[in-house]
C-alpha cells in the first residue's frame, strides 16, 4: 500500500492521471463556496474513480488578510469554513460509502493564520482564568511558510519567542449531506463528517463516509498547515490550499461514522458531546471494523486495542467534540 | 524502539549511581503493601537524592497465576493495585513538590497478564453492545515476555491472532497522600497522583507530584508493561516489577496537578470527570507551565500548544479519567 | 390539580378572543407536516397579536393505532414529531422575539400512546442493566383519556397495576428555524427552541424564542397529555392535540436561548450536551432575566436563585439534554 | 406551608418518643468535630432503635459571625462542613443498611449564613461571565430567622431588594464510612451518602444508606435552613442545628446508593460525575425499588417513572454533583 501511496503521490507531482482514472477540475469562484453540509446544490456531477483537483479558500473565508484584521469583524457572520462543493457522486445511494483519497495538498498562499476564536467564553471554557493584565482579547497569529524547509514559523504576539513547526498539511473538513433532512453549519462536525479537525486526514489517507441522500453530496475546506491536539485557541494554521482528491464509491456498505486508513493505521472518528461519548463511538466503531474486516472476536478486539490502540482529541472547540481511536496495521491479521 | 528500551532497561539495570547519591533499597513482603494514598504508615524514610530500588506486585496483588484465575475470584475484595511503600520523604511539607525520576524498570515474572474488569457494565459503558454470542464475561489474557526482543506476545482467546507488541514499561500508578486528610483507593487517580495509567512515565521521566502532608508518602505499583490509550479493557499487561527511581525534593514550589517531562516532552496529567474537565486541567497546567518557566505569554501559550502540543486519553475506566497534554521541548526557549 | 386543569381546557374552549385579536385557523392535511426546523416553507402569514388556533400530528406521525404497532415499523423513517406548521410572523426578523401563549390544548384522540424506543441502547444507556429476562425489546402502552376527571389510565404491560395519572397538557415540540442556515430534524432541541419536552410549557404559558430569520418559522407539535421528568423511557403519553396559541412580536429583544412565563414563574430552558452545560446555560439566562428585567445585581441573583430557585431535568433522551432553572415571580420585585 | 413546617418542628421539639424506643443526647464540643466521612473514632455507640439528640455546627465551622468574617479568612483549611459523629451502630456490619429518619431540626441561631464560595473560578463555571464592574469576589449575605413566620429574610448586597423565604430545613451532609477504606473530606457526596445537599432530606424524611465497614459510622451536619436547586452559589442558608433523628438498622438488606422516604415519595440519589451519570445512577436505584418491593417489571417501571416521576439537580457546586429521582407513593401499589 505504500507503494501505491508513494507513487499516487509521484503521479499526483508529475500530474498524470493513471490511464483508467478520469481527472477533473474545479476551481470555485468566492460566490460558489457554501457554508453548510446539506443545503446547497451540486456544483459538478462525478463518477466514482474519478480524481479531483480543486482548490478550498481558509476558514476565515478569505477575510483576513493581515494581522490587524480581525475574523469578528472581517468575516461575514456564518461564512466561517467556506466549503468547496457539495460534488454529486454517481450511482451514491444511501447505505453506500464513498471513499476519498487525499492524493495532494499544498498550501495557495504563503502565510498561514491562526486566531484566538472571537467567543470571549473560551479561555474560561478551558478552565483559563484570565492573566493579568487580561489577555483575552481577540487576535490573529501569521505564519509565514517556509516551502523549501516544509516548515511554518510561529511567531509569539510579544515577540520574544520564535520558532518552526514542521507541516504536516490537512483537510479539516471533509463530510456528505447529512441525514434526515438535516442541514449543519460548516463549522459542526458529526456522524456525516464535516468540521473533523484530524490531523490523521493528510496526504496519503482515504476516508470513509456514509452515503446518506443520493450522490452524497462530498464537500471540503478548511485546510490546516499545521494543527496539534484539541486545537484549543480554536484555529490551526489555516491557509487556502490546492487540492487533489480521488474519489470512489462502495455499494453496499454502511459506515455509521467516518472511517480513515493510512498505509500504518487504521482509525475511526466519533464527534458529539460529552467527549467520552465521543471516544466511546470512536472506539466502538474501531472494534466494529477489527471484528468486520480483520476476523476477530469482539474481547480479543477490545483487548489488542487496549494494549496497542491510540487515541487522541482532535478538538475540543467545535459545536461537537471529536476523538480518533486508531490502531497500527503491523498489529493486525491480513484483511480476510 | 525496541532496542532501545531494552537498552535503556540494561542500563537502568547496570547503572551506578552518581558518587555523591544514596541508593537504598526496599523489598516489601507482601504483608507490607498499601492498598490507598494517604492511609498507610510509612515503610522507610528517604532523604532527598537517594536512589531507591524496590519492586511492585502487579494490580491483581499477585493472585492470577494462570489464564483460568479469574481477578473477580483469586482477589481480596478492595486489593487492586497494591502500592509499595509510603516512603517518607525527609524534609517535604505542604506548599512543596517531590521529583521523582524513573531510572529502570524490569518485569518481575516471564509473562504480562491483561483481564477484561469484573464490571458486567463495561461493554455498555463503552458503548459496545454484547456481541453475539454474548461476550461479557470475565476473562484473562496471559502474555509472554519476550526480554531479547523487548517485546510481550498477544494471543487471541479464540487463538485465530498472535502478534509481538514492544514493550514500554511504566508505572501505573505513582501518588502522594492527598490533601484534606483523605484516604483513595489504589484504584483511583487525582491531583495526588495515583492510578493516572500514563503510559509517559517510563524510564526516563521525570514527575512532579505535590506535597499535601508532611513526608509527602510516597508509593507507587501497577507496573504495564505496554499499553495503548485508554486502557479500554480496564487493563494494561501487568506485571510485578524491578524499579529504581531517584526522589527528590523541591522546596517551596507548588504543583496542583502532576506534571512530568523527558529528554523530548513536557506534559500535564489531568485526571477527574467528566473527560473535557480532565482535558481543561491538563490544558491549564500546561499553559501555567509555559509562562512560569519559559516566559510565555498566556495567549502565545495557547497559540503554541494549539499548533504544536498533542494530547491523548490515557484512561477512560478508572474512578477518574486521566488526559495528558504535552509539548516537545524542541519547540521551547531555554528555560528562564 | 385535575380539576384545574379540567377547568382551564374548558375555559380555553370556551374562551372568547379580546375585541382587538384576529383569530385564525389552520389544521394541516397529513401531507402538509413537517419533519424540521428551519426547512419548510410557510404554510401561512400570521400578524402578531394573532390567536391561532390549530392541530397537531403526534409524534408517531400518526402511524401507532393499536399497542401491536410498533413505531420502528409503522412510522416513516426521519418522521418524528411532525410540526404544524411553519408560521411567517409578519415583521419579525433577526435580533427580535416572538413570545407565543398557549391557550389551549385538548386531547384530539381519546388515548395516548407511550412507547419504549427503538433504540437498542437506550437501557444501557440509562445504566440499566437488561432484566432476566432480557427486557429490552421495544414495546408499547395505551394510555385511556379520562376527560371528566382530567386524567390518563396507566396499565403495566403484565397486567398487574394500574393507576390514574392528572392530565398537564403541554407542547413537547415549540420552535422556530435556527441560524446559520441550519436545518435540524423535529426531534432536536437547542437555542431555537425545538423539542424540548418541558412540561412547563402546557396552558397558561408564554414562551419567547429568539428570531434568526425573517418571519420566524414559526412551528410546533409533539403533544404530551403528562410527562414526569427526564422522560426516560423516550416518550411521554403522545396524542394528537387541539391547539390555541396567542402570537406575538417583541422587536428588538435578542433571546439568545428560550424563556418562559406563567402567571407564578419565570424560567430559562438549556438544551445541550452535557447535562451540565445545558444547566449552566439555564442558569445563566435567568441571571441575566433577573439583572435585565428586574434590576438585580449578579451576585445577588445568584444568591436568590441559589435559595429560592428550582430546576428539572426535562429530558434526558434527545439529541441533546434539556434543563429548565426557574424562579417564583414571588421572590421577585416588581419588573422595572 | 411555613405554618406546615413551623407545626412539625413544634411537634418535633414536644414529641414524646414512643415508649419502646431509648433516647440518647450527644453535644459536641468543637473540638469533637470530625471533618471527613471515615477517618474518625465514634463518639458514641448506639443501639438500633434509639432516638439520638444531637447539634451540629454550620457548614462555615462556626468562623463567620458578621457579614464582614469572609469564610476564606475566618475558617481553618480543610474545615467545611463539620461533622457531628461517627455513631457505631450497634450491629450494623458490610451488606446492611442503617434507616435515618429525621424527625426535629431546629436554628440554633437567629440567623443563617450564605456565602459566594471562595472558588475564583465558579462564575465562569457556570457560564456566567464576569459583570461589569466585576463582580467575582467573595461575599457573605446574612439572613434573619423568622421563626414565627417559618422564614427567613433575604436582603441582596446592594440593599435594593429584600423578600422573605419560606424555611424548609434539613440536612445537607448525612453519610456513613466509604467502603475500600477510604476517608473522603465532609464536602464530597458519594455512595456512601455525605454532602448531598438534597432539601428532600428534611423532617420526616427517612434515609437509607448501605453500610461499609462494622457500625457503619454514621455522621451528620451542614444544616440548611433552605435551599434551592443547584445550590449555584455554593452555599444555602447555612446554620447551626439542634437535631433529632430516629436510627434504625435492616440487616442482610444492601443499599449501593442513598435511599429516601417520605409519606408521599420515595427517591434515590446519585452524587458523580458527570451530571448525566449522576442522573442515571438515580433513576436507575428508583427502577430497582420498585422491581424489588412493588413488584414491577423493569420496562413498567420505567414507563410508570416516565410519566409520573420527578427530578431534580441537587447542587452542583461540590466535587461530586448530586441528582434526585422520584415518585410519589401514590401512583405505586401496596408494597408487597
Redesign the interface.
Known amino acids: 500500500m505504500s507503494v501505491t501511496i508513494a507513487l499516487a503521490i509521484l503521479i499526483a507531482a508529475l500530474g498524470t492521471p493513471l490511464s483508467e482514472e478520469k481527472e477533473v477540475e474545479y476551481i470555485p469562484d468566492h460566490s460558489e463556496l457554501c457554508?453548510?453540509y446539506?443545503?446547497c446544490e451540486p456544483v459538478m456531477h462525478i463518477a466514482p474513480g474519478t480524481i479531483l483537483k480543486s482548490w478550498t479558500e481558509d476558514c476565515f473565508d478569505g477575510s483576513v488578510k493581515s494581522p490587524s484584521d480581525l475574523p469578528s469583524k472581517s468575516r461575514v457572520p456564518?461564512h466561517a469554513n467556506p466549503q468547496t462543493g457539495p460534488f454529486y457522486i454517481e450511482g451514491a445511494e444511501p447505505g453506500d460509502t464513498i471513499a476519498v483519497t487525499i492524493l495532494g495538498l499544498q498550501p495557495a498562499r504563503p502565510y498561514g493564520i491562526?486566531s484566538?476564536s472571537d467567543r470571549?467564553?473560551l479561555?474560561?471554557?478551558?478552565?483559563?482564568?484570565p492573566?493579568d493584565p487580561p489577555?483575552s482579547s481577540e487576535?490573529v497569529?501569521f505564519?509565514q511558510v517556509n516551502p523549501e524547509r516544509g516548515t511554518v514559523t510561529?511567531k509569539?504576539?510579544?515577540g520574544?519567542?520564535s520558532?518552526e513547526?514542521p507541516m504536516k498539511p490537512f483537510l479539516g473538513c471533509i463530510g456528505v449531506a447529512p441525514?434526515?433532512?438535516?442541514?449543519?453549519?460548516s463549522i459542526v462536525p458529526g456522524d456525516f463528517g464535516g468540521n473533523m479537525d484530524t490531523p490523521e486526514l493528510g496526504i496519503g489517507a482515504t476516508v470513509y463516509l456514509g452515503v446518506n441522500v443520493p450522490g452524497a453530496l462530498l464537500s471540503f475546506g478548511d485546510g490546516h498547515l499545521?494543527?496539534?491536539?484539541?486545537?484549543?485557541?480554536?484555529?490551526?494554521?489555516e491557509v487556502a490550499m490546492n487540492v487533489k482528491l480521488r474519489i470512489e464509491l462502495i455499494k453496499g456498505r454502511r459506515t455509521p461514522w467516518p472511517l480513515a486508513e493510512t498505509d500504518e493505521w487504521i482509525m475511526a472518528i466519533g464527534s458529539?458531546?460529552?467527549?467520552?461519548?465521543a471516544?466511546?463511538?470512536a472506539?466502538?466503531e474501531l472494534?466494529f471494523w477489527l471484528?468486520r474486516d480483520?476476523?476477530?472476536?469482539?474481547?480479543?478486539a477490545?483487548?489488542?486495542?487496549?494494549?496497542?490502540?491510540?487515541?487522541?482529541?482532535s478538538q475540543?472547540v467545535d459545536p461537537n467534540?471529536t476523538?480518533v481511536?486508531k490502531?497500527e496495521k503491523?498489529?493486525?491479521?491480513a484483511k480476510r
Open positions: 457554508y453548510n446539506g443545503g456564518f491562526s484566538l470571549p467564553d479561555l474560561s471554557y478551558l478552565a483559563l482564568p492573566a489577555a487576535r497569529w505564519y510561529y509569539a504576539h510579544d520574544v519567542h520558532v513547526i441525514s434526515a433532512g438535516e442541514v449543519r453549519y499545521v494543527q496539534g491536539g484539541g486545537e484549543v485557541i480554536g484555529t490551526a494554521v458529539t458531546r460529552p467527549l467520552e461519548d471516544y466511546r463511538i472506539l466502538r472494534v471484528e480483520y476476523g476477530f472476536g469482539r474481547l480479543d477490545l483487548q489488542l486495542i487496549s494494549q496497542a490502540g491510540e487515541n487522541h482529541i475540543i467534540y476523538v481511536a490502531i503491523k498489529y493486525l491479521p
